[in-house]
């Protein structure tokens, strides 16, 4: 029997073409989508006030009759004012809304409200209400959304508000059975002194009155840290499915390492190693020669010798007949990459390409052919090296460099086009070992902590939005000083 998680979200009440567009456009499909998108805010509009009792200056919540409404016209051509008297025991209060003509389909006299809004002095020295949330009271024992609650408050899809959102999300609420099935094991569930998901779901959406305002928009409810706990538990499930599946693959080739080996990869060091280099060095090679194929996550700051290390594994696996891929984030940082491994292997016997988004067509169609021969044994890109119409003849080890800019599936698109081969990502991100754990849990780690004799610290500077003025000024100076600036643009996908 299905819970309803699973229904297309064009079945619920008020969905039709345009707002199902909205919905699928910000991601959202089904009435599950829709229950996991949750609110940015709340605002506690429970404490209705009476009429008599109103200041002006803050947001207030009154419940009463309208006395009668209607449409104004105004001077400006096209612009009409909605106006309704609304009285209560204790007074009445005039209430306004500013070109919205449709109001007149939606209210009329006798009707009960429940308003939330802004409420200032009109000129005349009476109290107005602006623009104020609403909601019709169809019988007194009738159930408010949008007022007389803590109500949560949405980011804006397309056409969709706040308002509207919360009533799509009550009606998916209503459709669902509360014994949707849960993700999480009861027993670590209920160790956690954590609610049921239907329960968590609808508490987070709609909190039970008293619920401390505060303790909401900071997350931290028992309903909403157990979605917290959800999300991230089953992100580990997920990095723990691809742990175990890449170590019951088992790639084409796993690479051996003697004596000639050693000394090609000798013949391109231009340095000798420091300790960590060395290190890593040994644990990727170690790596290589097992026939699971390697996933391992390389640290160290900018300038601590990452790509002397990713390319010495590069010379190691092209000995051994394989290709490498190498991939950067940018073009300018693939160029640059290019132009470093070009001139380390310049005395090799190694072919290097770069291939990349600009690449002209005929040259590309050409690298493209000699990379599916196999007479390139190196190429360096960006994104373009994961297209589809991309054959590789023997690709033996990936090396991806800034590996948080690529998406898994980027990922796993460039590893399917060899026998699963050897994958070495990098960063100049410092990672600590429990967010690695986390987010790179299927990944082992190698860290440089030290960096080669002669290099300078690192000094890495943030200033905000407000301060790029200052980064101008910096890079300016750099540039009349005879020194070289360059910016990243980090784009990943293609422009349309």
Known sequence: MSDGLQTPLQFLK?????????????????????????PLRYEDRSHLQTIASLRPGQPVSIAGRIVHCGLRATRRPGFRIFEALVKDDSGTLRVTWLNQPFLRDVFAAGQQVVLFGPLEMRGSGGLQLTNPQYEIIEDEEGETLHTGRIVPVYEKAGTLTAKIQRRLIHDALERVTADIADPLPEALRLRHGFPARYAALLSTHFPPEGTPVPVLNRYGTAAQRRLIFEEAYLFQVGVLARRERSASEVKGTAVTVDDRIRAAARAVLPFRLTDGQRTSLKDIVDDMQKPAPMNRLLQGDVGAGKTIVALLAAVVAMENGLQVAFMAPTEILAEQQFATVSRLLQGARFRVALLTGSTKSAAKRAQRADIERGDVSLVVGTHALVQGDIAFHRLGLVIIDEQHRFGVLQRASLREKGLHPDVLVMTATPIPRTLALTVYGDLDTSVIRDLPPGRLPIRTIAKPESRRDDIYQLVRGEIDAGRQAYIVYPLVEASA
Do not use: K, M, N
């Open 14 to 38: 008020g969905v039709g073409p345009r707002r199902a567009a909205d919905l699928a456009h910000a991601g959202l499909t089904t009435i599950e989508d829709l229950l996991y998108r949750f």
